[in-house]
């Protein structure tokens, strides 16, 4: 019996729409499943930057000589080799050559926004110009131009397999379409609280703070339909969370410079203006939490700015330490043992500061944002978690050409995976901004192509 496509792709965010167009230019028929209303899930709501190296924008802009040999070495050291050296090879491999035929297809990659994402010095970092919803515009823009179908409001419920274990088709409710091969990009499970409590212990460990703030489509549909097939579920625990005091659920990247956080002894344990990259795990490291710590001047000259408009302004911290959220005591002691925090701990990290305020040099952190002494009371004490919730990066195992792998560590016949549902990419450090939908598009495209080869070796 005919089957009715080459290819089905599960989600349509960057990793589903790459993987169908590359799939169409592959000579596959193809078909795109996507349980929301519209095409993009979380890659629509995002930045949309491709963390890449030896790329053609990195020359413009000057930055010369950068490989992807130099990406590896520093991906996998920063990651301490806990990730899938093979899967991080080839996104490192392939990053250049993905993002040009991203530009190829429309996508712009401004030289001027170049930047160092991340811990890295090397400017890897490429925003695209109309974020992420503009990749997506363009990559479905070509899906179309290619006659490649889509079925919106349609949410793939099983994958089906022939006597020998091989995937040949996706159930849609009561409906069920047969191929050659299906592409998993169902994304993260950031909507999904269950598997948070399973697979996320570090999310869940912020109870009531954590928002996602992705789209509603990331249930970790991937991991449960791989896994019913012999898939393998990997990267316990990896995910990308932001610090935040908890105030309200808007986005906020980063702390202020002004502020000083302490753990419960009352130390330092970090430059407050570290990357975003590294914050949550350093957060991690103190037991979950730690306490921003400033004084009534630094309050009263917190102006909004364009990075800082929902939590570090004037007049809402007055607000929350009116209603008790943060607390706001005389003396450093009295703060120091309402909060929780040591108080000989506090009073000697704060004494240290003040003489580095003074002087203007973190002798500590090394800070280099401008440092506000903490000595007119009142005081204050904002509790800080890392409790929004990005992206997640526990998901299914693949191989280096994207085949889902089972427990023998053999990929899963007809089944291929790319983008958020992927488990073993992400170390517990987050490589950089573009480190997410950078291998979205990469084993997106990638998936396309060899899902489209094999199918048509099936078919043979
Ligand atoms: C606000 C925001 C900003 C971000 N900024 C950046 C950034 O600048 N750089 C970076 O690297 N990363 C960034 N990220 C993370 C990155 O965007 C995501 O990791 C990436 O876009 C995920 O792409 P995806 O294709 O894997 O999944 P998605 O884009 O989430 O697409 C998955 C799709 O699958 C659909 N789906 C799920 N289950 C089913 C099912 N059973 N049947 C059918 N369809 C299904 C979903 O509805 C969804 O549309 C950001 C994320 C957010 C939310």
Known sequence: MARDYDVIVVGSGAAG?????????????????????????SSRLSGGHFYAAGTSVQREAGVVGDTADAMFEHYMTLAQWLVDPA????????????????????????KEALYASGVGSIPRGHPPEGEGAEVINVLDRHRTNRSVDVVLDSRVTALVTDDEGRVTGVKIGDDEATCGAVIMATGGFGANPEMIE???????????WRWYIGAEGARGDGITLGEAVGGVVDGHDRALLLATPGFSRDLEVALPGWLVMVNRQGRRF???????????GLLNKQGGHAYAVFDEGARADAKRSPQFQAYWVNEILEQKADEGVIFREDTLAALATNAGIDPEGLEGTVERYNIDAEEGHDTAFFKKATMAPIRTP??????IRPAILCWTGTGLRINADTCVINKAD?????LYAAGETVGNLHGDVYIGGGGSYGPCLVFGKLAGENAAKYARSVND
């Open 17 to 41: 729409l790459a993987a169908a167009v590359a799939a169409a230019d592959a000579g596959a028929s193809v078909l795109v499943v996507e349980s929301e209303k519209r095409v993009g899930g």
């Open 87 to 110: 899967v991080v090879r080839r996104y490192c491999d392939l990053s250049a050559p993905t993002l040009e035929w991203a530009m190829g297809l429309g996508v712009k990659y401004p």
């Open 198 to 208: 399973k697979y996320l212990p570090q999310a869940a460990a912020t109870g009531d």
């Open 270 to 280: 970090c430059d407050e203006t570290a990357s975003y990259t590294v914050i949550a």
């Open 378 to 383: 009142p005081f204050y004490a904002a509790e």
């Open 410 to 414: 053999k990929p899963i016949r007809g």
